[in-house]
């Protein structure tokens, strides 16, 4: 069969870089993926190798010189490093068809090395060594928009395939119909990125990529038909890399760990990777999931704001900038991917703001409480400022600590200006504590409590105009704020009640604030 013009351009623009999609999108074709296709077919496949003994004719540089050159650089030690040389004389060979792509590839470490640096964002430079060393068996990624995670785990994934001819790879969504949109397109885009078209071969029925020189598989497989994931099965090797894309999507951790049991059979090696934007609820399982220490996972978050600007365009950037400016809440999320607690939120009346010397000069209705801890439980002390005619309360200073007795918390707070005419207002839980306080010269009192108060104490919170809280002042109370999410059932319907836990700050300002929303009418 004869080549058209279209496709003998691309056979001349493919030996200028050996790139087939590339060479597509010069010779005129549309689709990216037509470079792969077309390196499959035998007339342009025969094409290039006829001009590749052109070009060989017209330089006069024959393969016993390539080869010669190859093995001085090879045993040779010089400043400039060899593995370059070495790459840049296996490019000339390959020109001159001295090699063809399945020998290159799979010679000993000189076609395919690693992945270039300068495609790696600075946020997982370190994870990659960890990577390579093995250190870990699980790598968590949540970040917000922007952050390439899931550009390093495609290309990650590639390299690890390149690197281990007997392992097999399966990305996996919960919905099936999401994978060739998402997962599959960004796999290949690794591929293109790596220049390595020639070496792997797409499907879409069943969606699969395979290594063409090893026979390797990339299967891609939706949750919601667990059948498909029980029964993949390599005709040789194991699949020793797993990656959960968009994890927080996936019905919880239970369902998580059995598809790796299913999928993660033999082998002595294995690779788990779960990425996704943290969902703005803290109380979402994935959110949880990478908050639990394992020695053999490593977590690591990222944002765009460590990201080339070059790589995320104009466009992305304004965008980012218009979000920040208009709602700072969603833009957190969005964007810097924090678990800002909004969405299911016990507390939607919180203004995060900075609290000036000049506004604390002012304050006249200054309430203090704690909350008493050791281990792990968090010892909290608390000031508030609440003002009655705006329906606003001010949490503006704070101390929290773990394994601190009475006399080192009470010392603590006095260099923060507490002195013995200032009333604080303590968990009742701990008498004893409470009158240590006394002794040490504190005026401290115990919260009168009560059936219903801490119910009671919650409404009168949400109640409230605002509670403004400095973030820098009180990082501890902010987080147990903004964080406290309502609990939710198996379906994702809101639990009543107020949950427990993660809340000594909060604790605190309830009994700081006691003798306020316990009067009639507040």
């Known amino acids: 069969m004869k080549l058209t013009e279209k496709q003998k351009k691309f056979c001349e623009e493919y030996l200028i870089d050996l790139n087939a999609t590339q060479a597509a999108l010069r010779a005129g074709y549309r689709d990216a993926g037509a470079g792969r296709k077309l390196t499959t077919k035998k007339n342009v496949l025969k094409y290039i190798s006829e001009l590749r003994s052109k070009q060989s004719e017209r330089t006069g540089i024959t393969a ?140 879409k029925s069943p969606l699969e990529i395979t290594r063409k020189s090893t026979g390797q598989k990339i299967y891609f497989r939706g949750a919601d038909d667990p059948n498909k994931i029980k029964s993949i099965k390599p005709k040789s090797g194991y699949i020793g890399i797993l990656w959960f894309e968009e994890l927080d999507q996936f019905y919880g951790e239970e369902a998580v760990r059995k598809i790796e049991q299913s999928v993660i059979r033999g082998g002595d090696t294995a690779y788990k990777f779960k990425s ?109 400022q609440y003002q009655p005619a705006q329906h606003t309360l001010y949490i503006f200073q704070e101390y929290t600590c773990n394994k601190q007795s009475n006399q080192q918390t009470a010392e603590a707070i006095k260099k923060l200006g507490i002195t013995g005419n200032d009333l604080i207002t303590c968990d009742s839980a701990e008498n004893k504590s409470v009158g240590d306080y006394r002794a040490f010269g504190l005026n401290a009192r115990a919260a009168e409590k009560g059936p219903g108060s801490r119910e009671y104490s919650y409404k009168w919170l949400q109640s409230l105009r605002k509670i403004i809280i400095d973030r820098k002042r009180c990082p501890a109370a902010y987080q147990e704020f903004t964080q406290k999410e309502y609990e939710r059932d198996k379906e994702g319907n809101v639990i009543s009640g107020y949950p427990d836990g993660n809340d000594h700050v909060i604790d605190a300002v309830r009994y700081a604030t006691e003798r306020i929303w316990k009067k009639r009418g507040q």
């Open 276 to 384: 996704f934007n943290p969902p703005k609820s803290a109380q979402n399982w994935a959110n949880k999931y990478v908050r639990e220490e394992r020695e053999d996972k490593l977590v690591t978050a990222s944002d765009y704001l460590s990201v080339p600007k070059k790589w995320l365009g104009k466009q992305f950037l304004d965008d980012a900038e218009f979000l920040k400016e208009t709602n700072p809440v969603a833009y957190e999320n969005e964007y810097l991917g924090e678990v800002n607690g909004t969405g299911g939120s016990v507390f939607d009346n919180i203004e995060i703001r900075e609290i000036t010397d000049e506004e604390i000069s002012y304050f006249d209705n200054i309430l203090n409480g704690v909350d008493w801890g050791w281990y792990p439980d968090l010892y909290a002390f608390v000031r508030v």
């Open 64 to 203: 016993d010189r390539v080869l010669s050159e190859l093995e001085e650089v090879a045993f040779t030690e010089t400043e400039i490093s060899g593995r370059e040389k070495i790459k840049a004389l296996e490019l000339l060979g390959k020109h001159l068809g001295m090699f063809d792509e399945k020998s290159t590839l799979e010679a000993s470490g000189t076609a395919y090395s690693d992945i270039p640096a300068a495609m790696i964002a600075p946020a997982f430079s370190s994870v990659l060594f960890d990577i390579a060393e093995h250190q870990h068996s699980e790598y968590d990624f949540p970040g917000g928009r922007g952050s390439t995670k899931s550009s390093f785990i495609s290309l990650v994934l590639i390299d690890l395939l390149m690197k281990n001819p007997d392992m097999h790879a399966c990305v996996l969504r919960q919905v099936s119909n999401t994978l060739k949109d998402s997962v599959y397109s960004q796999i290949l885009w690794a591929i293109t990125e790596l220049h390595l078209d020639a070496e792997f071969i797409g499907t």
